[in-house]
């Protein structure tokens, strides 16, 4: 197998381990990932607001405002215009998503930040690097993406054995 086969494989594993997480977190708990990390960040931070959201998880306000949306139709989350300015309108987890979150499995991220942060710093240092180039040998350097391990679109993609 050529080097670059191997690099494909091992690539094509992570993103297969977090599309069987992804389906895990949506069957045990109904939620998404990007769900279930904007369910954190509104119960760290209560009365934020989605750019402050949009801002800590690195997407758009638009894609934060879609999530949003979803967990409020689902009564997981209730927006509150402020009394002291109108233009502000900041997020609370409602009973029902506070139990929610508190029921929610660990997100997947949480456990690979566990096992990053026993690296080495230089090792830390390289798989950072070794990621970046990676991204940028797939065009990917620009794209929108959450520090999180989420599949979304690519799951779509059939890979080429």
Known sequence: ????????????????????????????????????????EIQQNGGCM???????????????????????????VIRERSVTDKRKVGLYLTSH????VKDAP????????????????WEQTQLVSTMQRIAYMMDAENLDAAPMLEVGAIQEITPIE
């Open 50 to 76: 989605v750019k402050d959201i949009a801002k800590s998880i690195n997407l758009s306000s638009a894609t934060v405002t879609s999530i949003l949306d979803r967990l409020e139709a689902r009564a997981y």
């Open 1 to 40: 197998m050529q080097k670059y086969e191997e690099l494909l494989v091992s690539l094509r594993k992570v993103t297969r381990a977090i599309g069987l997480y992804s389906k895990k977190l949506s069957k045990e708990s109904g939620l998404t990932s990007p769900q279930l990390i904007v369910l954190n």
């Open 97 to 100: 998503g506070k139990d929610v």
């Open 106 to 121: 660990r997100p997947l991220q949480a456990h690979f930040i566990d096992r990053f942060e026993k690296l080495q710093e």
